[in-house]
């Protein structure tokens, strides 16, 4: 079976191009690391209970369950058809051509970060290896033949276990499902059995509905990822309190993941709200944030303007109502259980890191809250007295006779120190321009930690038994 083939309609022929256009002209110059802010990936997360008693989480998921009940009573009343035809007559020309527009954002997604270099499959993860953006070249190309989309496919996942290498899997796998979604579409796609084949927008469906549901318990588990970000951008919580916005956006971005998985009404409502607010965030964070965010909202495009009903719209109105709320809580406790629970079993029920926080829990005069240090307040704080103490030790090692390993040795707390000088300016530091030099130095200066790392494991085994301070530095990262 092939693919349709039929005269595209000027229209949407100028739509791909405008996108296309768009995404290979995005300048690297603004980009961030995830969540648009430093992190630390084994720093253990906030306590469940801390978000299960959180008030504001509960106030938004009774409006989500508000806004997902009052849908469905529209959906199954007299103007639910009219609504439901109104926007099949509007998204019914591009519907037409999903295949094209889906492989034309997929091409040109990986053409961009061809032309951006040393990054995966994301800005926000980045490599060295310099033969990576010329297999990113190999699938866009791939994706515009149907003899070769399989071959994209695996190399979409080929990126993704390099990308695995070099970073934690942990805070990998919203990457992971995007990844997946993407790389099924376009194995279903060149499928020639039908009963295959047209499950391929659903692939993508779940893919990035999964995504956006587990990526949303980071604002839950580590709110203080964000705080640099609402400190550079205030404008962005509309003047409502940090506390609130951080777990207010937490509800309403899982919420409306959840919603892409269900009736047709409320996944093109859900999708229409996502895919505003990713475009809100391409000019405050500049045209990087489009090619970071091209997958996602190509995926919040064709869920729009899908047409298909499934099976849920069978359900007496009864049963539709009542599995709203019981399906909501039955996936938030299985994806935030999987939360918590995959970092304790990766990293243990305290956390690999030792965060910023607890280097400055020695700071004379600190004050706590739940093991995070919240204040600083002497005459003339000295914050980085033991960051410097603890660099200078590490780089205090044994030596092995071998320079090179010596060297390494010396170099990872070395780096570490300057990544958690660069956390402290973060969290007090005002300047702009200092501000976004520490990024830059702990962006880098983390991934060459991880690549000092595995040269070590590769032509060291054993010296970390030799040199305990470097092991230490690396439960400390």
Known sequence: MHLPRSRMPSSVSALFAGIAVLLFWSSPAFAHVKWFAPYVVGAAPSPIYETLTNTWLWIGIGLALVFFLTTVLVERSAAGPAITLGFDRVTGSLWNRADDFTRVIIGA???????????????DLKTSTEWVPWVQLLIAIGVFSQRTMKASALGILFLWFLALRDYEIFHLLDYLFLGLGAAGYLWLAS????????????????????????????????????YP???????????IPRDMFIPMSGVAEFTMGFGLLWTPLIRRLSAVALFVIFNAM?????????????LIMMALVLIMIDPRH??????????????????????FIVIGGSYWGLHSTIYG??????????????TPNAEHSHGHVINVNTDKPDLFSDVNAKMHKGMMVMPTGDIDVDY??????????????????????????????????????????EMMRRWL?????????????????????
């Open 109 to 123: 997604f990986f053409i961009a970060i061809f032309a951006v270099g040393g990054v995966y499959l994301t800005p």
């Open 191 to 226: 499928d020639e059995t039908a009963k295959w084949h047209d499950k391929r927008f659903c692939v993508l469906r779940w893919g990035v509905a999964i995504a956006l549901m587990w990526s949303s318990f980071e604002k839950f588990a580590y709110p203080d990822w964000f």
């Open 229 to 239: 970000l609402i400190e550079d951008k205030p404008f962005l919580t509309f003047g």
């Open 282 to 294: 391409v000019y405050p964070f500049g045209p990087i944030d489009l090619i970071g965010h091209a």
């Open 310 to 331: 499934f099976s849920k719209m069978n359900l007496s109105l009864h049963r539709a109502l009542l599995k709203v709320p019981s399906m909501l809580l039955a996936v």
């Open 349 to 362: 029920p305290e956390g690999q890191a030792q965060s910023q926080d607890k280097l400055l829990a020695h």
């Open 408 to 449: 390494i040795h010396g170099m990872i707390p070395h780096h570490q120190g300057a990544v958690d000088m660069s956390v402290i300016l973060l969290k007090h530091g005002n300047d702009p321009e200092t501000r976004e030099l520490g990024r830059t130095i702990i962006e880098n200066q983390k991934r060459e930690i």
């Open 457 to 477: 494991k590769n032509h060291a085994p054993n010296s970390s038994q030799m040199n305990p301070s470097s092991e230490e530095m690396h439960h400390s990262h």
